[in-house]
C-alpha cells in the first residue's frame, strides 16, 4: 500500500542517518578509549534504528484486515483502508444489509383466467428450485396457504431476470418488472408502481407474451438500520 511504501522509504532514509550519527558518536568517544567509543557507537544503533517504523505500519494493516474478516468485511486491496477515510458514499445491498432478508408474500394478482391460488402455486413450484430470497417467501406462502404444488421440469436461471421452467407440460417463467418494459408487455402497470413504491419486490408471471400474475413481497428493516444510516449521514457519507 501506500502508507507501506512511505514508511520503507522513511526507514531507508533513517537507516542512513543512524549510521552516521553512530559512526559520529565512535568518533567523539573515541578519547575515552575504544571500548567505551565502541559501546556508544551500538547503543546509538539500537536507539535509532528504524525498524519499529518498518514493521508497525504492515502490522497496523495486518490487524486491521483480520478484524475485518472476523466481522464478515472482506478486504480485498489494503489500500482501501487508506482511502476510507476519504469516503463520501457508500454503496450497499439492501437485502440482508439493511433490511432482515426474510421476504413474506404481501398480496398476489392475477390478469388471467388463473386464480391467485394457481398464480401462488405455479410460481412456488419453478422457485422450489431456487434457494434466492424471494423464492423462499413465494414457496413459505405457498404452504401456508396450504396449496398443492406441481412439480416442475427444465428449470433454469434466466440472469438478472428470474426463472424459466415446465409445469404440467406448460412453459412459463418468472420475471421482473424490468424484463416486461424491455420486451414492452402489457400488465398493471399503475398497481405495480404503486406496491413498487410501498417497498416491495415484485415477480411476475408469464406464459409466452402474457403475463398471468404478479406477487408482491415485503422484507423488513433491521431495527439498526436507521441509526446506521444516520450515522453515516453525520459523518458526512451519502448511503447509496
Not at 568518533?27 to 559501546?39: C, D, N, Q, Y
Not at 431456487?130 to 434466466?158: D, R, Y
Not at 411476475?204 to 433491521?222: I, S, Y
Request: with cysteine; glycine share 8%.
Amino acid at each position: 500500500s501506500k502508507a507501506e511504501g512511505m514508511a520503507d522509504k522513511v526507514a531507508g532514509w533513517l537507516f542512513y542517518a543512524a549510521l552516521a550519527v553512530g559512526i559520529l558518536a565512535f568518533i567523539l568517544w573515541m578519547p575515552s578509549g575504544l571500548a567505551t567509543a565502541f559501546e556508544r557507537m551500538v547503543t546509538v544503533f539500537i536507539i535509532a534504528c528504524p525498524h519499529a517504523l518498518g514493521l508497525a505500519i504492515p502490522l497496523v494493516i495486518a490487524r486491521s484486515t483480520s478484524i475485518g474478516a472476523t466481522n464478515g468485511l472482506l478486504i480485498r486491496n489494503r489500500q482501501a483502508l487508506e482511502t476510507a477515510k476519504r469516503a463520501k458514499y457508500m454503496l450497499m445491498d439492501k437485502t440482508g444489509t439493511l433490511t432482515e432478508g426474510k421476504f413474506t408474500v404481501a398480496t398476489t394478482l392475477h390478469f388471467a383466467d388463473q386464480s391467485q391460488e394457481e398464480i401462488l402455486a405455479t410460481m412456488a413450484a419453478l422457485e422450489s428450485h431456487s434457494e434466492h430470497p424471494l423464492a423462499t417467501g413465494i414457496k413459505a406462502a405457498a404452504i401456508e396457504q396450504k396449496l398443492t404444488v406441481p412439480a416442475a421440469e427444465n428449470v433454469q436461471v434466466m440472469k438478472g431476470v428470474g426463472l424459466s421452467g415446465t409445469v404440467d407440460g406448460i412453459h412459463y417463467e418468472i420475471v421482473n418488472a424490468r424484463y416486461l418494459q424491455d420486451h414492452q408487455l402489457t400488465y398493471d402497470k399503475t398497481q405495480a408502481d404503486q406496491w413498487a413504491a410501498a417497498g416491495n419486490s415484485l415477480a411476475f408471471l408469464l406464459k409466452g407474451q402474457h403475463v398471468l400474475g404478479m406477487v408482491a413481497e415485503g422484507d423488513q428493516l433491521k431495527s439498526s438500520s436507521k441509526a446506521f444510516v444516520a450515522e453515516l449521514k453525520q459523518q458526512g457519507i451519502t448511503p447509496v
